[in-house]
Each structure stands twice: as C-alpha cells, then as structure tokens.
C-alpha cells in the first residue's frame, strides 16, 4: 500500500509534464488502478481458494511490479495509465486477509487484522511525507522505481518467512462466497455502507487532484516541501479523530458519530470552496476533512463485519472492497475532469455534492442493530448435530444460526449486551474453533 500512496501528494503536480497529460487523463491514471483493482478483488479471493494464498499473492504482487517498471519506464501519460491498471490488476487485499485468517487463531485474530489496519495507516502518513522529498530526488519516474523495488521486497517476504497454511478457514469470513452474493447485494443496510465507502474514497482521490495545487498556488509551497504540511495535519486529525472514535464505542453511539464523521467531510468541502486562496481555510478544510475520513476508515469496515448475514461476512466485504476501489476510479476521472473546466473549486464543489447525498440517506436511515459474529465447531457434521443447532438457535441472544452443507462448522451473529459465549461453547457437541 506504501507503494500506492506514494505518488498520491505528487503526482497532478509531475503528470502535467509528460507528453500527452491533460487534466483528464491526469485523473484517469491517478485512479486506473481502482478500476482494475474493483474487477479483480473478488477473483482473485476465490482463486486462491483454489491455486493456493502464496501462488496467488506471488502472482498478485508480481502485476504490481510489472506495472510499475511499465510507468517507470514511459515518458507519456497513456505509458502512465496502462502502467497504474497493471498495478492494480495485482489485486490482493482479500487474499492477504485470507492468509492471515488461516494462520492466526480466532482469538488472536482480531488483533492480527488491527495490526494490518494500524499499518496501512503508517504507510499512508509516511508516504504523504516522503513522496514529496522523493519526487523532488528522483522525479516521477524515480517513485515507480521505488515502488517498483518494494514490490520486489514483498515477494521475497511472501517466498522466505510465509508460511503455507495447512487449513483454510477464511472462505466464509474473508472471502466471498457465490451463494451469498444476491444476499448481500440486497441488503439495504450494507448497500448504505457500499456506497459510503465509495463516496469516502471517491472523495479523497479527488482531494489529491486539488489539494496539492492549493498547497502551490495558496501556500506558495514547493513540492519537496508538501510534507510540512501533510505530516502536521494528518497528526492533529488523529489527535481530533480519537476522542470520536472512543465516545462513539459507547452503547447507541456509534451512530451519531458516524453520521458526525460523514459532517465534517461535508463541512471540510464547504469551507475549502469558501476560501481556495486563502490559508487558513485550507488549512482548516483539509484536517477536517482527514478528521472525518480516519473516522468513517476505522468504522466502516467494522459496522461492515457486524451487519454482514453470519456466513456472509466475506462475501460483504469483497464487495465493500470493490465499491472502495471503484470510488478511487470514479474519483479520478470525474475529478480530473472537473479540475479541467472549473479549476480546485470545482472538485471541492462535487465532492460537497456526493458527500451532501450520502448524508442524507445516512440521516434517513434508522440505526439497526449492532451484532457480533461467532464461529462454533461441532463435534460432528452439521448433518449430525441437528439437535446442538436448535440448541444454539434457542440460546439468548442468539439471532442467527448459518451452517454450510458438509462442513462442521457453524456461523452465528449475536447480541453481544445479551448472549453467554461461554454457555454456548459448554453445550455438548460443539468445541470453539482454534
């Protein structure tokens, strides 16, 4: 991911250069890999069901090098294009998750998956500090070498210190399933948070078609120098995102922050269309918008989780994940677009527009519930052990008991101010899952 976000801060300022940039096509190779990377995230989850987690991540973060010699070495923006499509095309998000359910214990398991968030987090910071200082070294063309070698260094990691997983228990949590997909297409509350986090990310590819020119022509930065900017701002929107964050894990809260987090994205647009030209607004526009986006990033994957239907948690997330990636597409080329014919105030102005829809179909949504997921095994088959299922079903704050023909494992969602997981792990015939 370091590799992705490294150009983010420069590159409408270098892609101007190179033959044939236009502020369209500029948008265009900003978010081609989201395009690529929306078609391929759901196949190549199921493949490495298939071919194996290392074959595919091998193959995964091969395109992504490929793709990065390919924009390494072009000198005109469709070479640029072409370069960003490939790299996205080495879609491996949902096979890394995968991999890492099937070596971690459930009970270390969620721990594992904060630990990959809190790093793509680092990488983001780190990236918006040292891709300015980078590309003021190496220009353009240096930073997709410099991906291009971190890809490099992946693969070795991926062949040298990955274990190949002796079991597969991810298929159901992680991965999306055939049989679960019109479920979860239709669900209207996960349909909510799809085109939230479409929104959410749409938003943000379009920020850095704008922000860095304000960063320029309002701040009189230079490129090298964006990093001053970016470092102390991100570091104060965490500081304003925590206090949210812990308020909103309070019971019948997460809500009212969400909606909160989806208002200061608003706001921040509204405030950088006001003052495009002057400091403090931007200034001011920019740490609430990241305030708004650190929030919505850390929650949306979690209300997610626990709205998904009990055997469709992988299934919901694949598709999360590719309406994510498509906003990056969308984000773009619209942006770049826009950015083309009414300069940053325009962008600002769209990305108003789609965050204004979003929140009022958040505030006219009633909050459903909030349940747990829980993975039981049972001593024997689902087939054998239909008297433990009712059991189970029967049990308080139990709401939903999904089981998979042949396997022996069975997924619950759960009340978690209500159920006793001890109690249900104490019925006779199931054992919790390692």
Not at 47 to 57: A, C, Q, T, V, W
Not at 248 to 273: D, E, K, P, S
Not at 378 to 395: F, G, H, M, P, W
Request: glycine share 10%; charged share 10%.
């Amino acid at each position: 991911m370091f590799g992705l976000f490294l150009i983010l801060p420069v590159f409408v300022l270098y892609a101007p250069r190179l033959e044939g940039a236009t502020p369209l096509t500029v948008g265009i190779a900003l978010g081609a890999y989201g395009l690529t990377q929306a078609v391929l995230q759901v196949p190549f989850g199921m493949l490495s069901d298939r071919y194996g987690r290392k074959r595919m991540l091998s193959i995964g973060l091969l395109l992504f090098l490929f793709g990065s010699v390919v924009a390494a070495l072009s000198s005109s923006i469709e070479g640029i294009i072409l370069g960003r499509a490939i790299q996205g095309a080495g879609a491996i998000s949902a096979v890394v998750l995968a991999t890492l359910s099937d070596l971690t214990r459930e009970q270390t398991r969620t721990k594992a998956m904060a630990v990959v968030g809190v790093s793509i987090g680092f990488s983001f910071l780190l990236a918006l500090m040292l891709g300015p200082l980078l590309g003021q070294w190496q220009g353009l063309s240096g930073l997709f070498w410099i991906t291009a070698c971190l890809a490099g260094v992946a693969l070795l990691v991926v062949w040298l210190t990955v274990p190949t997983a002796t079991r597969v228990l991810a298929s159901v949590e992680i991965l999306p399933a055939r049989s679960q997909i019109n479920t979860v297409l239709f669900n209207r509350q996960l349909q909510g948070l799809n085109l939230g986090i479409f929104v959410l990310h749409m938003t943000l590819t379009a920020l850095f078609i704008a922000v860095p020119v304000g960063l320029r022509d309002t701040l009189g930065l230079v490129s090298a120098s964006h990093w001053q900017f970016y470092v102390p701002v991100l570091v104060c929107s965490v500081l304003g995102m925590v206090p949210l964050l812990i308020y909103g894990m309070r019971r019948h809260r997460t809500f009212v922050v969400f909606r909160l987090a989806i208002a200061l994205l608003l706001a921040a647009q509204l405030i950088l269309i006001i003052g495009t030209d002057q400091t403090a607004f931007l200034v001011t526009g920019v740490w609430l918008f990241f305030v708004g986006f650190n929030l919505l990033e850390a929650m949306l994957p979690s209300l997610m989780s626990r709205l998904a239907p009990a055997a469709g948690k992988g299934t919901a997330l694949g598709i999360y994940n590719t309406f994510q990636f498509s906003g990056v597409f969308v984000g773009g080329i619209v942006g770049g677009l826009i950015y083309g014919v009414w300069g940053v105030a325009g962008v600002y102005g769209f990305a108003a527009c789609a965050v204004f829809v979003w929140l009022v179909l958040a505030l006219s949504t009633s909050a459903p519930a909030l349940l747990e997921s829980l993975t039981l095994r049972l001593v024997n088959t689902i087939e054998e052990q239909k008297d433990v299922l009712q059991r189970l079903s029967q049990a308080p704050g139990v709401c939903e008991v999904v089981t998979l023909p042949g396997r022996d494992l069975v997924y619950l969602k759960v009340d978690p101010a209500v159920v006793d997981e001890d109690a249900l792990r104490e019925i006779d015939g199931v054992v919790a899952v390692d």
